[in-house]
């Protein structure tokens, strides 16, 4: 009865925001600042095929952070089924203190706090702040403003996090004022602005405002159950795509005998032009993880992982082929 009720009413928290935002950032910001003797469970939602986040998260953390990826595509689609099981599986494994929910850039906020309701009501889980990171400088591009998720994502917000504040022009910050006060019933939304995902763990004890309700609106095809853990081909890679919301993604899985040369790796991806790059590779120098958004690249030195993995998200088709070529030229013994 014990272990049963320690899985009953999880603080749960939604981190949302759109490609490239830093949400990676702030939730490994938050892990590393994590009470240390409390286990915290991550459901992490990507756009692309290829899990990439869990080992960017896992890193030094093993025992008390545990992670569970839902690729392919927005969790909540087909009922929620994709989410729900995940979410089951990653409750009895971890037994958490608390959860964080990151849904991918392109996926549907408003739809992933819906398929929580039965969660709720049960007493699973107990539902505090969402957080929306955003770019405060993308407000000035109609692009952003006029694209639906990005809207949702700000309309769900219990708190606004203006997050790279270090970049920002004089007048970015007054223009996403002036658009928060111009989304929904126009209630004037907290708003926090911060570098670096510095999330505070504070901001994340408010009880959420959503209103829990029954049924689920979200119509859209199911997303393909595939296994990122399925054997590699003889050749020890494999490339998988997907595509939607007016977006691209390519990713690759390589087998952990394919070592990348750290120098040639770096030069590929630092020129590359690309809307957002995710990986996490073995090289001769180690293993390092690669987090880029336009012309922002991080590098981030990690303990270990099992495999290489990159994941590319675009709104515009690239030449697939010719980018997989671009990384067997990087390995180390290419």
């Given at each position: 009865m014990a272990d049963k009720e320690r899985i009953r009413e999880v603080p749960t928290n939604v981190i949302t925001g759109f490609l490239g935002v830093g949400k990676t950032t702030a939730i490994r910001h938050l892990l590393e600042n994590k009470p240390a003797d409390e286990r915290w469970a991550v459901l992490v939602n990507e756009f692309g095929e290829v899990g990439v986040d869990g080992a960017l998260f896992e890193s030094g953390k093993k025992?008390?952070?545990?992670?569970?990826?839902?690729?392919?595509?927005?969790?909540?689609?087909?009922?929620?089924?994709?989410?729900?099981?995940?979410?089951?599986?990653?409750?009895?494994?971890?037994?958490?203190?608390?959860?964080?929910?990151?849904?991918?850039?392109?996926g549907h906020p408003h739809e992933v706090l819906m398929a929580l309701s039965e969660a709720v009501r049960n007493g699973v889980l107990d539902l505090r702040s969402t957080l929306t990171l955003v770019d405060a400088g993308c407000i000035a591009e109609e692009r952003y403003r006029?694209?639906?998720?990005?809207?949702?994502?700000?309309?769900?917000?219990?708190?606004?996090?203006?997050?790279?504040s270090d970049l920002y022009g004089p007048q970015d910050l007054e223009n996403l004022h002036r658009f928060l006060s111009c989304l929904g019933n126009g209630a004037v939304k907290p708003l926090q602005a911060v570098e670096q995902g510095r999330i505070k763990i504070d901001w994340l004890q408010?009880?959420?405002?959503?209103?829990?309700?029954?049924?689920?609106?979200?119509?859209?095809?199911?997303?393909?159950?595939?296994?990122?853990?399925?054997?590699?081909?003889?050749?020890?890679?494999?490339?998988?795509?997907?595509?939607?919301?007016?977006?691209?993604?390519?990713?690759?899985r390589f087998a952990p005998g394919h070592?990348?040369?750290?120098?040639?790796?770096?030069?590929?991806?630092?020129?590359?032009?690309?809307?957002?790059?995710?990986?996490?590779?073995?090289?001769?120098?180690g293993v390092f993880g690669f987090n880029k958004a336009g012309q922002v690249l991080t590098v981030l030195e990690l303990d270990d992982t099992m495999?290489?993995?990159?994941?590319?998200?675009?709104?515009?088709?690239?030449?697939?082929?010719?980018?997989?070529?671009?990384?067997?030229g990087a390995l180390a013994d290419g």
């Amino acid at each position: 009865m014990a272990d049963k009720e320690r899985i009953r009413e999880v603080p749960t928290n939604v981190i949302t925001g759109f490609l490239g935002v830093g949400k990676t950032t702030a939730i490994r910001h938050l892990l590393e600042n994590k009470p240390a003797d409390e286990r915290w469970a991550v459901l992490v939602n990507e756009f692309g095929e290829v899990g990439v986040d869990g080992a960017l998260f896992e890193s030094g953390k093993k025992g008390t952070v545990y992670i569970r990826e839902v690729p392919g595509g927005c969790m909540c689609c087909a009922a929620g089924l994709p989410m729900q099981v995940a979410l089951n599986q990653l409750l009895a494994s971890a037994r958490p203190h608390r959860l964080l929910i990151e849904p991918t850039g392109l996926g549907h906020p408003h739809e992933v706090l819906m398929a929580l309701s039965e969660a709720v009501r049960n007493g699973v889980l107990d539902l505090r702040s969402t957080l929306t990171l955003v770019d405060a400088g993308c407000i000035a591009e109609e692009r952003y403003r006029y694209n639906e998720t990005f809207r949702q994502q700000l309309e769900v917000a219990d708190l606004v996090v203006a997050n790279k504040s270090d970049l920002y022009g004089p007048q970015d910050l007054e223009n996403l004022h002036r658009f928060l006060s111009c989304l929904g019933n126009g209630a004037v939304k907290p708003l926090q602005a911060v570098e670096q995902g510095r999330i505070k763990i504070d901001w994340l004890q408010t009880p959420s405002n959503f209103q829990i309700a029954s049924g689920h609106q979200h119509q859209q095809p199911a997303l393909q159950s595939l296994d990122t853990q399925e054997p590699l081909p003889e050749c020890g890679y494999i490339r998988l795509e997907n595509s939607g919301e007016g977006y691209h993604s390519c990713g690759w899985r390589f087998a952990p005998g394919h070592v990348f040369d750290y120098e040639r790796l770096f030069s590929l991806i630092s020129g590359a032009e690309i809307e957002r790059m995710k990986g996490v590779f073995i090289s001769e120098q180690g293993v390092f993880g690669f987090n880029k958004a336009g012309q922002v690249l991080t590098v981030l030195e990690l303990d270990d992982t099992m495999e290489s993995r990159i994941e590319i998200i675009d709104c515009k088709q690239r030449d697939w082929d010719g980018m997989e070529s671009s990384w067997i030229g990087a390995l180390a013994d290419g």
